[in-house]
């Protein structure tokens, strides 16, 4: 696709993009360009470190129940 393109066409591409942008505008263009892409590769990263780790299948590790209470009369939540 790009095979073709000689020192002269990047020339007159580089020539138009000055004439179009000046040529203060063009770093700007380029560290706005470089800052986005920056930005992206940190989400990218972001996602996928916010995957949940695979459980292994081992099987949960067994408590004891905590003892019931021994009184006669069952506890009232409201008198």
Do not use: N
Not at 17 to 43: D, N, T, W, Y
Not at 48 to 68: G, I, K
């Amino acid at each position: 696709m790009f095979g073709d393109l000689s020192f002269s066409h990047i020339l007159i591409l580089v020539l138009v993009l000055v004439l179009v942008f000046g040529a203060r505008r063009i770093p700007e263009i380029g560290s706005s360009i470089g800052q986005g892409i920056r930005e992206f590769k940190r989400s990218l990263k972001d996602v996928t470190d916010d995957r949940p780790e695979p459980r292994s299948m081992q099987p949960p590790a067994s408590t004891p129940a905590p003892p019931l209470p021994t009184s006669g009369d069952p506890k009232r939540l409201s008198q």
